[in-house]
T-cell receptor, first 113, second 111 residues
Framework: SAVISQKPSRDICQRGTSLTIQCQVDSQVTMMFWYRQQPGQSLTLIATANQGSEATYESGFVIDKFPISRPNLTFSTLTVSNMSPEDSSIYLC??????????FGSGTQLSVL | QKEVEQDPGPLSVPEGAIVSLNCTYSNSAFQYFMWYRQYSRKGPELLMYTYSSGNKEDGRFTAQVDKSSKYISLFIRDSQPSDSATYLCAMSAGATNKLIFGTGTLLAVQP
């Protein structure tokens, strides 16, 4: 499985500001995924990031709120824009392995005051 | 109705106990079944993987899939305090890499 490094590991932000989360993979991967994990809820897919094309967003998530970059096959960023307390969550990047398996980074714990 | 249902717990057991964790699902197209373990402040770690029905064993862990009942289980034998974590079930119909996750069961193994 790939080694996935994610940073920051945690942050406390003021409402109205933006935070960019970085995800670095130790091997080239075609697709990277961004998930949100809220307390008591299942992991929710935000978007799929392919290198060289626009990210594909899931229902309920929009590019203006969660812009994603994918400049190469080993790196991606997710920005949480114009944050509100409702954005407080764990954000996870992941990559696909064989046979539908997903491998995750260590996550970013975001608290918005 | 959620596609995947999982009892959130918390589940507290003494060290050495056998633990049974379960998920039910509604989509009969699911073919790939996984269990993830997530320690506090860490990302989910793939623990067990099963394709279609049947059992899979890895050390103290056994995963079972019963597609006729739409029910999957994870058994932990001789549980250890280091097994204390949240366990997430996940499943997919394939071809899309869109895993559907349960909400997770918080397990505490008391020494």
């Amino acid at each position: 499985s790939a080694v996935i490094s994610q940073k920051p590991s945690r942050d406390i932000c003021q409402r109205g500001t933006s935070l960019t989360i970085q995800c670095q993979v130790d091997s080239q991967v075609t697709m990277m995924f961004w998930y949100r994990q809220q307390p008591g809820q299942s992991l929710t897919l935000i978007a799929t990031a392919n290198q060289g094309s626009e990210a594909t967003y899931e229902s309920g998530f929009v590019i203006d709120k969660f812009p994603i970059s994918r400049p190469n096959l080993t790196f991606s960023t997710l920005t949480v824009s114009n944050m509100s307390p409702e954005d407080s969550s764990i954000y996870l990047c992941s990559v696909a392995g064989s046979e539908e398996k997903l491998f995750f980074g260590s996550g970013t714990q975001l608290s918005v005051l | 109705q959620k596609e995947v249902e999982q009892d959130p717990g918390p589940l507290s057991v003494p060290e050495g106990a056998i633990v049974s964790l379960n998920c039910t699902y509604s989509n009969s197209a699911f073919q790939y079944f996984m269990w993830y373990r997530q320690y506090s402040r860490k990302g989910p770690e793939l623990l067990m993987y099963t394709y279609s029905s049947g059992n899979k064993e890895d050390g103290r862990f056994t995963a079972q899939v019963d597609k006729s009942s739409k029910y999957i289980s994870l058994f932990i034998r001789d549980s250890q305090p280091s097994d204390s974590a949240t366990y997430l079930c996940a499943m997919s119909a394939g071809a899309t890499n869109k895993l559907i996750f349960g909400t997770g069961t918080l397990l505490a193994v008391q020494p």
